[in-house]
Structure formats: structure tokens, C-alpha cells
């Protein structure tokens, strides 16, 4: 499919986790990497992390260091987000993307260099 697929929010209480996937068709998931972003009202869109689809190095921005990480199944076109250790600033949607950049080493930070983007998928964290 040309629009990734989001799945695996949800409703979970402080400390816990869940898993995010993200499925695209071959060719949208190749060379490029794979951001993951979330968005609350009022807010712009923010950086999570993203995964090399190449090497699967990743990257996570400083809020989420530790507690996210990011895998890659090239078999499924499915890219993973695991987030532990959850917490309320985590609620947002979340959204998967992929660089626009082909081929590049080190992902973007910024939405405007994505493109591809899911419908994305909804995760509250309580307290």
C-alpha cells in the first residue's frame, strides 16, 4: 500500500507498554528510513525516533531515550515502535513516515523531509 498502516494504540496506565506497527508495501518501505512521530492538539507535530531500513541503526529524540526502541521486519514491510516505561506525556497520535531523502545514512527530525505518512494511532497513557 502507497499509506502506511498504523496499529497498536491504546488505553495503558503509567509504567506499562504496548507495541506500535507499521505496514507499507515494498516499495515505500526500500532504501529509506522509517520516522516515527506524534502529535498532540495544539502542538506540533514532534519527533520520536526512526530506524535506518538499510543497517537499522536508530535514533530517538532525548524525551524517549531508553524507553523506546525501534526494529524492523523487511519480510513483513513492517516496522516496529516498542515503547516501555510509558508515561502520561506520552499520549499523543502517533505517526510513521518515511524520509523523503533517498538512500540517506542519518533520518531526518523534521516533518517536512517525510513523506508517506499513515493515518496514524492513538495511545493514552493514565496516571
Known amino acids: 500500500q502507497v499509506q502506511p498502516v498504523e496499529s497498536g494504540g491504546g488505553l495503558v496506565p503509567a509504567g506499562g507498554s504496548l507495541r506500535l506497527s507499521c505496514t507499507a508495501s515494498a516499495r515505500v518501505f526500500s532504501i529509506s528510513p522509517v520516522g516515527w512521530f506524534r502529535q498532540t492538539p495544539g502542538k506540533e507535530r514532534e519527533f520520536v525516533g526512526a530506524i535506518n531500513w538499510r543497517d537499522t541503526t536508530t535514533y530517538f529524540a532525548d524525551s524517549v531515550k531508553g524507553r523506546f526502541t525501534i526494529t524492523r521486519d523487511s519480510a513483513e514491510n513492517t516496522v516496529y515502535l516498542q515503547m516501555n516505561s510509558l508515561k502520561p506525556e506520552d499520549t499523543a497520535v502517533y505517526y510513521c513516515?518515511?524520509?523523503?531523502?533517498?538512500?540517506?545514512?542519518?533520518?531526518?527530525?523534521?516533518?517536512?523531509?517525510?513523506?508517506?505518512w499513515g493515518q496514524g494511532t492513538q495511545v493514552t497513557v493514565s496516571s
Open positions: 513516515a518515511v524520509d523523503r531523502r533517498l538512500g540517506v545514512v542519518v533520518p531526518s527530525t523534521r516533518t517536512d523531509e517525510y513523506y508517506y
